[in-house]
Each structure stands twice: as structure tokens, then as C-alpha cells.
Nanobody, 113 residues
Framework: QVQLVESGGGLVQAGGSLRLSCAAS????????MGWYRQAPGKERELVAA???????WYGDSVKGRFIISIDSAKKMLYLQMNSLKPDDTAMYYC???????WGQGTQVTVSS
């Protein structure tokens, strides 16, 4: 069974930065294909950034050039470096492991204007 625990969220002013972390524990999985999602109040959960098993990365248009996703396989950690934050980035952020499909409990990011 896989457990994912996010951390690093908080309140930040527009233009600031935050680094989210996702710690994976358990057995029987590889930490390669993972993603960061976010869900704002009243909106659907959306994919923000992802890594593939081939080592590639993908970013949503709204965060391209501002967010960076990375993995430390040895530590079983997933990160999301968020720069130049905007009020529209305010949401609950979740990490997801693709196989087996597993979600963390989320960490709140609030960006004030």
C-alpha cells in the first residue's frame, strides 16, 4: 500500500515562492510517473505538472515557466517549486502516483494580492 503526504503549503503574497513536497512510503511501486494537481473552491481538480516514467515533464499552460516539478527517487520525494505566484494559484494541491493510483491528502496554498 502506498501513502503520500504533502507539505509546504501556506500563505504567500503574490510574486512570492513556495516549494511543495510529497513524501511517498510503502512498497511495490516506483516513484517515476507522478503528478501535482490542484483544486480551487467551486472548480474541478486540474493537473498542474507531471513527470513520466521516461523522465519527461509536462506543465499546464497556466504554470508553464513558473513551476518546476522534480523527483528524488532515492528519497521517494516529489517536489513542486512554485515561483511568481498569483492569486489564481490559490487552491488545495495534491500529489498523485499513477501506478498504483494513489492520492495524498493535500496541502493548501493561498496567494494574497
Amino acid at each position: 500500500q502506498v501513502q503520500l503526504v504533502e507539505s509546504g503549503g501556506g500563505l504567500v503574497q503574490a510574486g512570492g515562492s513556495l516549494r511543495l513536497s510529497c513524501a511517498a512510503s510503502g512498497s511495490g511501486f516506483s516513484i517515476n510517473a507522478m503528478g501535482w494537481y490542484r483544486q480551487a473552491p467551486g472548480k474541478e481538480r486540474e493537473l498542474v505538472a507531471a513527470t513520466s516514467s521516461g523522465g519527461g515533464t509536462w506543465y499546464g499552460d497556466s504554470v508553464k515557466g513558473r513551476f518546476i516539478i522534480s523527483i528524488d527517487s532515492a528519497k521517494k520525494m516529489l517536489y513542486l517549486q512554485m515561483n511568481s505566484l498569483k492569486p489564481d494559484d490559490t487552491a488545495m494541491y495534491y500529489c498523485k502516483l499513477e501506478q498504483p493510483p494513489s492520492w495524498g491528502q493535500g496541502t493548501q496554498v493561498t496567494v494574497s494580492s
